[in-house]
């Protein structure tokens, strides 16, 4: 088995149900969110693991302000996991070279990845899915701000202009200055002093 050979096999799963592929990239468009599937292979190439999330373009263009590409990477996701974390709490890699690993990650991504994607349709589910990974957090400045757009577009806009005074106050570098641009594109005004 190789990396070229699961990719193969995760493709005939994922292309019948809508995914185009780019290299080890899966995107499936749902209205205006993308639904992402990564394939990440180790640094020596032994063992590859899975990341999957979901990209809303509207809350991508209040935290970029600008539009997504047309295809889109994983990292830029408004909600991302790692397939360990949707399965038993653990980072979990597979080594290339066992027998079965393609019907193994195939198997996983019927019974647990599409499942998330499904769920993830919602901002209500996006929303609960950052607040349950610790959101908002200043260790995670994307996520962290993905989360305050997701409140503004529930209706909640003090929490969000809250969250995002929060961040500019605890973040470093260019997060200061994006939680600020961010906060001015949802309608908070200058968040700087409150």
């Not at 590859?48 to 999330?53: S, Y």
Request: glycine fraction near 8%; hydrophobic fraction near 45%; include cysteine.
């Amino acid at each position: 088995m190789s990396a070229a050979s699961i990719i193969a096999r995760l493709d005939c799963e994922l292309a019948p149900i809508g995914f185009s592929r780019e290299k080890t990239t899966w995107n499936r468009e749902q209205h205006s969110l993308v639904e992402v599937i990564d394939i990440q292979t180790s640094k020596v190439g032994d063992a590859v693991t899975m990341n999957v999330g979901v990209l809303s373009r509207p809350i991508y263009f209040a935290c970029w302000g600008r539009d997504a590409d047309a295809f889109v990477e994983e990292p830029f996701c408004t909600v991302r996991a790692r397939v360990g974390q949707l399965l038993d709490g653990k980072d979990r890699w597979w080594d290339v070279s066992s027998t079965g690993v393609a019907d193994e990650m195939a198997d996983c991504l019927g019974a647990r990845i599409l499942p998330f994607l499904e769920h993830m349709r919602s901002l209500e589910a996006m929303r609960d899915w950052l607040a349950s990974t610790g959101m908002p957090s200043a260790k995670n400045p994307l996520s962290s701000i993905c989360f305050a757009v997701l409140l503004s577009q529930l209706g909640d806009i003090g929490a969000a202009c809250t969250a995002l005074a929060e961040l500019e106050r605890k973040a470093l570098g260019a997060w200061k200055v994006r939680a600020q641009e961010v906060a001015v594109r949802i309608g908070c005004g200058d968040i700087r002093g409150k």
